[in-house]
C-alpha cells in the first residue's frame, strides 16, 4: 500500500469523509508562496493555509529561530518554569496589541484562545460578584473555533448544528442591526458576562465585513453595562484586513483579545488570549484567585520563538503598504465576476477577496481550475476566496484573480444534500 493510499484508507482530513475522502495531494516543500508537490508539480498558496502564512512558506528567518530554539529547550510545562522565547514574545506582542491589553496567556491554538477568553469573562463577573452572569452574546454569521465552547459561540444556524446537544446555550444579534444587542441583553441582562465578535470582518462562516461603527456602539453599550467586550482578531488580525488589527477600523480597544493564526507565520500552532489589567487583577482579586486554565504544551518554546521572529518581521516591514496594493488588485482582478450569472456578490477588504456564488461548481471543476491555474483554492459553502500571504507579488494576486474568474465561470453544481457542509 503506498502513502497516499494509507492516507485514503486511514487518516481524517478536515472537513473531509473518510468513507468517500476528496481527493489530497502530497506536498513535498513549500517557499515563499509556491507549494511543490511530490510529483514536481507547484501550486501558489492562495489561503495562506488556512489564513496563517502571513510572511510566505518555510520564512528563514523563522526556520532559523526554530532551529536554534530546539537545540537547547524544545518543551517544558510553564506551571513553575518560565523562558526567554515565552518573555520576548509577551514582550514583542504587547507592544503590538491595542494600549491597555498587556497581560498574556498564552495557548496552543485559536479556538482554545477563545475558549480562554470566554472563560475569563465568566471568571471576571464570578469575582465581581456576579455567580450568575455565565453566558455571551455572540454575533450571528460568527465563527469561532471548533472546540465545544468556540461552536457554541459561532453561528447557531451554521456548520456546528449538528452539536447543539453538548453545546451550552448562547445568545446572539444581527451585525447589521445594533437593536438586536441592546434587546438581547435587556432580555437576559443577569446572566451576561461579555459580548465577543470578529471585528469587522467575519471570515469561516459568512465571509462578509460590517460596519466599525457597530463596534463603536458595542464598546459604549458594553462599558454602560458592565459587560466585558471580547475581540476574536485570530483570522482579521496581523493586517489581514488592511490595518494591525481590525478593532483599529472602529478605533476600538476590547478588554480581551484573541490572536493566532499568523502569530508564528503559521510555522507552528500556537495562540494568544491579552487581557487589560482590570480584567486580570479583577480575577485575581476573587475566589479562585488563580486563573482557572493551564493547557500541556502553554508556551512551547519552539512556537513561542517562532512567533518572536514572526512578531519581528511584522514590526520591521510595512505590511500596510503590502495589504494596499493587494487589495487594489484584488478589487481590478474579481471585478470581471460581477458580470457572471452565476455570482452574486464580490467583495474585498485588504488582503481578502471573495466571490459568493449562488451555487458552488462541481468538485471536478474545482479540481480542473486548481490544475489547469497551480492555484490552490479552498472554496466552501457559496464562497470562492483567496487571502494569499502577504508577500505575495502583482503576478501571484494576477494568477489566483485569473483561477477565481475560471471557477466562478463554471456550471453550478446541484445543491448539496441538507445538512451537508462543504469546506
Not at 469575582?127 to 453561528?155: E, I, N, V
Not at 458592565?226 to 475581540?231: C, K, M
Amino acid at each position: 500500500m503506498n502513502s497516499l493510499e494509507f492516507d485514503r484508507r486511514h487518516i481524517w482530513h478536515p472537513y473531509a469523509s473518510i468513507g468517500n475522502p476528496p481527493p489530497v495531494r502530497l506536498v513535498k516543500s513549500a517557499r515563499g508562496t509556491e507549494l511543490t508537490l511530490a510529483d514536481g508539480r507547484t501550486l501558489t498558496d492562495a489561503v495562506s493555509s488556512w489564513w496563517c502564512v502571513a510572511h510566505g512558506h518555510n520564512h528563514p528567518a523563522i526556520v532559523e529561530a526554530i532551529r536554534r530554539q530546539s537545540e537547547t529547550l524544545s518543551h517544558v510545562m510553564f506551571g513553575g518554569f518560565t523562558h526567554a522565547p515565552a518573555i520576548e514574545l509577551a514582550q514583542a506582542l504587547t507592544a503590538l496589541t491595542p494600549p491597555g491589553l498587556d497581560r498574556v496567556f498564552f495557548a496552543d491554538s485559536g479556538s482554545i484562545s477563545v475558549e480562554v477568553a470566554a472563560k475569563m469573562a465568566v471568571q471576571y463577573q464570578h469575582a465581581r460578584g456576579f455567580p450568575k452572569k455565565g453566558k455571551l452574546l455572540a454575533l450571528k454569521g460568527g465563527y469561532h473555533g471548533d472546540t465545544c465552547c468556540a461552536m457554541a459561540l459561532s453561528d447557531p444556524d451554521g456548520m456546528h448544528t449538528l452539536f447543539r446537544p453538548i453545546m451550552p446555550q448562547h445568545y446572539f444579534a444581527d451585525p447589521y442591526d445594533f437593536n438586536t444587542v441592546i434587546e438581547t441583553v435587556e432580555r437576559h441582562e443577569d446572566e451576561m458576562a461579555a459580548v465577543i465578535c470578529e471585528p469587522v470582518f467575519q471570515a469561516a462562516n459568512a465571509m462578509r465585513f460590517y460596519d466599525p461603527d457597530y463596534l463603536r456602539k458595542l464598546r459604549a453599550f458594553c462599558d454602560a453595562q458592565g459587560l466585558l467586550l471580547i475581540f476574536d482578531e485570530i483570522a482579521a488580525g496581523f493586517y489581514r484586513t488592511g490595518p494591525l488589527w481590525a478593532g483599529a477600523w472602529a478605533e476600538v480597544v476590547p478588554d480581551i483579545q484573541c490572536v493566532g493564526k499568523a502569530l508564528t507565520g503559521g510555522h507552528l500552532t500556537l495562540a494568544a488570549t491579552v487581557a487589560s489589567a482590570p480584567v486580570a487583577e479583577t480575577i485575581s482579586g476573587g475566589s479562585p484567585s488563580a486563573f482557572m486554565h493551564g493547557p500541556t504544551y502553554m508556551a512551547n518554546p519552539l512556537a513561542c520563538a517562532a512567533g518572536v521572529a514572526s512578531l519581528k518581521l511584522f514590526a520591521e516591514t510595512d505590511y500596510g503598504a503590502k495589504v494596499k496594493r493587494i487589495e487594489g488588485e484584488l478589487a481590478a482582478g474579481l471585478a470581471p465576476c460581477r458580470a457572471l450569472p452565476n455570482v452574486k456578490d464580490v467583495r474585498v477588504k485588504g488582503a481578502v477577496g471573495i466571490v459568493e456564488v449562488g451555487q458552488m461548481p462541481v468538485r471536478a471543476d474545482i479540481e480542473r481550475v486548481i490544475d489547469a491555474h497551480g492555484v490552490w483554492l479552498r472554496p466552501f459553502c457559496n464562497f470562492i476566496y483567496t487571502m494569499p500571504p502577504l508577500v505575495a507579488d502583482t503576478a501571484t494576486i494576477a494568477r489566483i484573480c485569473g483561477a477565481i474568474r475560471d471557477l466562478a465561470a463554471s456550471e453550478p453544481g446541484p445543491p448539496p444534500p441538507d445538512g451537508d457542509f462543504h469546506e
